[in-house]
């Protein structure tokens, strides 16, 4: 069984277009995250979601939007998709911070 | 946010010799943790050795090693008897205990390993 899984791996759309990603983890852990990864392979954090609290990194745009049915999901929602979105997103958990399990990632492309 | 310096953007190393990749971080924290992560071309991200920052002592996993100095900020990591599948992207890592455990990046080091 894959322990953080995340579909689709990829994802071709027009600019303007709204989708999702979606991530499961079956580990139990108690955090879950999303990372952007660009073409320089820079990994930067996007969200980090517990149940008791949302983090938000400030320079995100709001139209990224992270959802949680329950502990072991969180999808993320892009609205309004622009070329500058094109990217490999990960999802990832970790419990209590001690190490972060990955998501194979999903490459995402905007034509 | 914290920050993590990785100042070789690309290394390469003989197989079957040793490679270091550097890392430095900046933080006003005393409790903290720090890890290496490889990316080969699967993509795949693959913890490769962690340090808990109230640890005096340098981690190992069979070829790899930390040289970890608290006071300087710096934790660098050793390949040892290097191997064809070592090559990768090294990402050295961040975690705060204050910052709802979330993880920071370094910008990599891509390793060569040379036949």
């Known amino acids: 069984d894959t322990a953080v899984s995340q579909t689709p791996k990829y994802l071709v759309t027009q600019m303007g277009n709204d989708k999702s990603i979606k991530c499961e983890q079956n580990?139990?852990?108690?955090?879950m995250y999303w990372y952007k990864q660009d073409s320089k392979k820079f990994l930067k954090i996007m969200f980090s979601?517990?149940?008791?609290?949302?983090?938000i990194n400030e320079t995100v745009p709001n139209r990224f939007s992270p959802k949680s049915p329950d502990k072991a999901h969180l999808n993320l929602h892009i609205n309004s998709l622009e070329l500058g979105d094109s990217a490999v997103y990960f999802c990832a958990s970790s419990q209590e911070g001690r190490k972060l399990f990955f998501g194979s990632g999903t490459q995402l492309s905007v034509l | 946010a914290q920050t993590v310096t990785q100042s070789q953007p690309e290394m390469s190393v003989q197989e079957a010799e040793t490679v270091t990749l550097s890392c430095t971080y900046d933080?006003?924290?005393?409790?903290?943790?720090l890890f290496w992560y490889k990316q080969p071309p699967s993509r795949q991200m693959i913890l490769v050795i962690r340090?808990?920052?109230?640890?005096?002592q340098n981690a190992t996993e069979n070829r790899f090693s930390v040289n970890f100095q608290k006071a300087a900020k710096s934790f660098s990591l050793k390949i040892s008897d290097s191997q064809l599948g070592d090559a990768a992207m090294y990402f050295c890592a961040y975690r705060s205990s204050n910052t709802g455990n979330q993880f920071y990046f370094g910008t990599g080091t891509s390793l060569t390993v040379i036949p």
């Open positions: 933080t006003s924290e005393s409790d903290y943790y």
């Open positions: 979601y517990n149940n008791k609290e949302l983090i």
């Open positions: 340090q808990e920052a109230y640890k005096q």
């Open positions: 580990l139990g852990h108690d955090t």
